[in-house]
């Protein structure tokens, strides 16, 4: 379920940072509902005054229950280059989550193997590659504190499949909070989950400097 407003984090000419709210789309589907990505268009386009198109570079993505930090790219030369940041696991990426159950380590490296299933849109998961066709999953972990009757949980994702940490910590029996999909027992109010990507960090594609951007107070609907 669409939440709340898009809030721009920064902004220069080459490249803008949106906290996307839960429920929101990156890419178009069925529902026609609005992306984020034709917001920030719109957006860009009332503030510079910007005749017919405005250019926008799609580099990651967030799956629609999720919110939190994305990059998009204001020009084809800082498009190629996160891109290519992105491609070389250059970008560090920071997510919290509330799960449901504890782990049997409180920080740790979750390792699995990871395969798509396009009929259910769901990930499989195993400890061992069964065949070319599955792709290492790699993700940090570790237990920061309680929300409430959860868990507050830090995820660093070193790979970046569909679904990865959703899958990965169902897989452990630490579901995420709404995400029923994978295992949770509870909706969250607004029918999203309690995942958000709290950080990222990369360096600059144009002006090479160390860049890096973060919400520290994060509200949870459950």
Known sequence: ????????IYEDNHLIVVNKPHGWLVHGDKTNDLTIGDWLKDYIKKKYHKPGDVFLGTVHRLDRPVGGLMVFARTSKALERLNKLFATKSVKKEYVALIQNEPSSGSGTLFHWLLKNPKSNKVDLSLTQIDGQWKQAVTNYKITGSFKKYLKVELEPVTGRS?????QLSFIKCPIVGDLKYGSKTKCMDENIALKCVGLSFVHPVTKEDFSVKIENIEWNV
């Open 1 to 8: 379920m669409q939440q709340g407003t898009p809030t721009i």
């Open 163 to 167: 679904h990865q940490l959703r899958a």
